[in-house]
């Protein structure tokens, strides 16, 4: 469903992703970690066709996101870290905008009645954008990513700024959207939540991709069979170059 | 003071206002024409020169107490968010912190007079010289300007202090002080707006100039403008040698000051409550309004609360699907953000196009001055309305760039939005124009069809030096990207102007002329529109 080969984004001398690969299949929960800086949000960007990759593939749903944004684009879902919203629609407003957008009016009324409600925002829906607090236009970006048909959905930092009840929610929809077959990819700097959700973890560290695999390879691979994941991921990342010079995959 | 050239500034401001106290009339001298004066005023019977110069001072005075009172009731704004982090948690005592802040203001409102003191000084010294060499008592003059000066310094801080109770006293976050703004701002309002009721009823019966002086006199207006009052008192006083008119208008300015600063250290213990709460938001409002960001300055609003979503249902009820959901978002943002501006640019685009067809029975050219102003009127209207909705595009692009458009797509609908205002009034001024005279109904052809591909012209440029100079923050990349967006429109609009005008000259039919200018635009908006579709992909607001 989501297919990435040999992703490079840079920035005049900066590379800020280097040759990353990486499937994720329908029914399945990647999780993309890395210290700051470590590429992940640029990484993706670029599978949201917000940045262009300066070389690479990015196909979705087997369509290339460069040479064929509107099909690629069609089956994806994107919640970025910070909430970008238009704030001078209505709570409402934005959700049919969006669904409108996709082409999705069919089940529109159906599905918004139901994620204003999961996400407590329905005595808001008449409310303009900008007057919502952090959380909330947080919990409508990501109502925003389910009101169409993605299969392939992009999450990053999801769960930042977000009540305990609207993590737990979305946590739930993740998980929903993975057993109908949604390929996920979550970039996070919350390791038990990745725990929890992620089938397999990516771990990149300055814009390479240092190991991927289940929790459990992860943890055959650092010699730490019975630690968790964030005691996994600091020894990796504390011995980037023992990480580094092991094949990826 | 953050640095020495503000310092050097401010040295040469006060310099100049010092001068003016201390050496009032110093410069070039001419002997004052007494004579010309009194066969000017001979024309006047009964004239009193000492009413007259009352009459003047206090209205220079309520002149300037208007202007200094104006936003007394809202917060005070010179807080910076570091303000909050860092000065607030010290122990530094909040009255020391207001004290200071009122005299910062108070030396910032003596600053705004300075142009016109720059300007004018030459010549009123000059003129004041020569009174002084020709009147019977110079010492006189020398002594009225001071005061005057004097009376403009008392009047200034009594301004500062007034401003300074008023806005704590009312903005603090409780409700009574909500319920007390309301009730001033609503009494301010009633009393601004009697105040001007009165004054023109009043202006219906004048006949001579002494019924204006003797506006001036009016009890009413000598209580609002209390503060112009006091300092007519001073500059009456020192003109008729009378101490005690000149005491009791300097006591009446310091016995309010000092009032206002009793009033202003009482409410000391809010003020860094307020600051916290929206002390800044009028430094947000000011840098989203000088960067020309009209969505965002309204965004900010209605995060305060002062602007709510309005009843568009006739709009938001409607269902469109695809690309074309783009138009329907902007004009939703449009209609809650820009629509001041819309209806005032459509109103003076079909006032100025539509004027001289009904000023005028002479119809020869007319056609062409309908053309000439109807371009015009897209100009203006395209260039001014866009840019806010481009640099919120390039805002959202976390939102926009992913759904399933072609960036291409979604600029060309962007564009089109945008330019929508601009077609309408053109459309609409075509309309009207043939209308009212129809002997030019070939040039309102020739506008339907030409001017809307203008429209849309001007919007891509404005899109593509938006994409290009896309740091809508930084002053001097705003200042260029105005500049390069306007020789940019020069350049894009010009193939087709400059065809449409020798076309025209060659005797060729006008809706022809209208038919290929509009030929020539879209070819040059295809180009513009891919080259505005290649940015956009590559923007990146990170960068």
Redesign the interface.
Request: charged fraction near 25%.
């Given at each position: 469903m989501l297919e990435v080969k040999n992703l490079v984004k840079q920035?005049k001398s900066y590379r800020a992703v280097n040759d990353l690969d990486m499937t994720i299949n329908g029914g399945e929960i990647v999780g993309l970690l890395g210290p700051n800086g470590a590429g992940k949000t640029?990484g993706l960007?670029c599978i949201?066709?917000?940045?262009?990759p300066t070389s690479g593939q990015i196909l979705i749903n087997g369509w290339d996101i460069v040479t064929d944004?509107?099909?690629a684009?069609?089956g994806?879902?994107?919640v970025?870290e910070?909430p970008?919203?238009?704030?001078?629609?209505?709570v409402?407003?934005h959700l049919?905008?969006?669904a409108?957008?996709?082409?999705t009016?069919d089940q529109f009324e159906a599905k918004k009645e139901s994620l204003l409600e999961r996400y407590n925002l329905d005595d808001k829906r008449?409310?303009?954008v900008?007057?919502l607090s952090k959380g909330m236009k947080q919990k409508l970006s990501v109502a925003?990513a389910l009101i169409h048909n993605a299969n392939v959905m992009l999450f990053d930092e999801p769960l930042i700024g977000v009540d305990p009840a609207g993590a737990h929610e979305l946590k739930q929809e993740i998980l929903r959207a993975k057993s109908e077959g949604a390929a996920i990819l979550i970039s996070t700097h919350l390791l038990d939540t990745a725990e929890k959700l992620c089938d397999r973890v990516i771990i990149l560290n300055r814009g390479v991709k240092m190991i991927e695999g289940t929790l459990e390879e992860l943890r055959r691979f650092s010699g730490m069979e019975t630690s968790s994941l964030e005691e996994v991921f600091l020894k990796l990342t504390e011995d980037e170059a023992e990480a580094a010079s092991l094949p990826h995959g | 003071m953050t640095n020495p050239r503000r310092l050097i500034a401010l040295i040469f401001a006060f310099g100049w206002l010092l001068r003016f106290v201390l050496f009032p009339s110093r410069g070039e001298t001419r002997a004052f024409d007494f004579d010309r004066l009194n066969r000017a005023t001979s024309l006047l019977p009964n004239v009193d020169l000492g009413r007259i110069l009352d009459a003047l001072v206090f209205a220079a005075f309520a002149f300037i107490s208007f202007f200094l009172a104006l936003g007394s009731l809202s917060t005070r704004n010179s807080f910076r968010p570091a303000d909050v982090d860092v000065l607030f948690p010290t122990p530094v005592e909040p009255k020391l912190v207001l004290v200071f802040r009122i005299f910062r203001d108070y030396l910032l409102t003596l600053l705004a007079p300075l142009f016109f003191v720059i300007i004018g000084y030459r010549p009123a010294s000059m003129g004041l010289r020569s009174l002084q060499n020709s009147a019977a008592d110079p010492e006189l003059i020398q002594r009225t300007v001071r005061i005057a000066v004097l009376a403009w310094l008392l009047v200034a801080l009594t301004w500062v202090c007034i401003n300074y109770a008023a806005s704590l006293f009312v903005n603090r976050s409780d409700l009574a002080s909500n319920r007390n703004r309301r009730i001033l701002g609503w009494g301010l309002a009633i009393l601004v707006a009697g105040l001007c009721g009165y004054v023109a009823y009043q202006a219906t019966t004048f006949h001579t100039w002494q019924d204006w002086v003797g506006l001036t006199e009016n009890p009413f207006l000598r209580v609002v403008f209390f503060s112009a009052t006091f300092a007519m008192w001073m500059v009456h006083g020192v003109v008729h040698s009378d101490v005690a008119t000149i005491l009791l208008g300097a006591g009446g300015l310091l016995a309010i000051t000092f009032l206002c600063i009793k009033i202003s250290l009482t409410q000391a213990g809010w003020m860094y409550d307020q600051a916290a709460v929206k002390g800044f938001d009028a430094i947000d409002a000011r840098k989203l309004q000088q960067s020309g960001d009209t969505?965002g300055l309204?965004?900010?609003q209605?995060?305060q609360?002062r602007?709510?979503?309005g009843r568009l249902n006739w709009l938001?009820k409607r269902?469109?699907?695809?690309?074309?959901?783009?138009l329907?978002?902007e004009g939703?943002?449009g209609f809650?953000?820009t629509m001041f501006l819309v209806v005032l640019f459509f109103a003076i685009t079909v006032f100025v196009t539509l004027l001289p067809l009904l000023a005028t029975n002479d119809r020869s050219g007319a056609g062409y001055v309908f053309l000439g102003f109807q371009g015009m009127g897209v100009f203006m209207s395209a260039s001014a309305l866009s840019q806010a909705g481009f640099i919120?595009m390039l805002?959202?692009?976390?939102?926009q760039?992913?759904?399933?458009?072609?960036?291409s797509?979604t600029v060309f609908y962007e564009v089109l939005a945008k330019a929508i205002p601009g077609i309408l009034s053109a459309w609409l001024c075509s309309i009207l124009g043939i209308i009212l005279s129809p002997s030019i109904w070939q040039y309102a052809i020739a506008s339907a069809l030409a001017m809307p591909s203008l429209a849309v012209l001007i919007c891509l440029m404005t899109c593509l030096t938006t994409i290009l100079f896309p740091d809508f923050e930084d002053p001097s990349q705003r200042g260029f990207r105005g500049m390069m967006n306007f020789v940019g429109v020069v350049f894009a609009c010009a193939p087709g102007t400059l065809a449409f005008i020798a076309l025209i000259a060659i005797g060729l039919s006008p809706i022809l002329c209208g038919l290929l200018t509009l030929v020539i635009n879209l070819g040059i908006s295809a180009a513009v529109a891919s080259i505005c579709g290649t940015q956009y992909?590559?923007f990146?607001p990170?960068?």
């Open positions: 920035y640029t960007r949201a066709g917000i940045l262009r944004q509107a099909k684009k069609a994806l879902a994107f970025p910070v970008s919203l238009y704030e001078l629609l209505t409402e407003e049919k905008f969006v409108m957008c996709f082409n009016m008449k409310d303009l900008a007057t925003c | 969505i309204i965004a900010a209605a995060r609360g602007v709510k979503a938001s269902v469109v699907r695809g690309p074309a959901a783009l329907w978002k939703l943002i809650r953000s919120e805002r959202r692009v976390d939102v760039k992913p759904l399933p458009f072609s960036f797509t992909a590559q990146n990170s960068e």
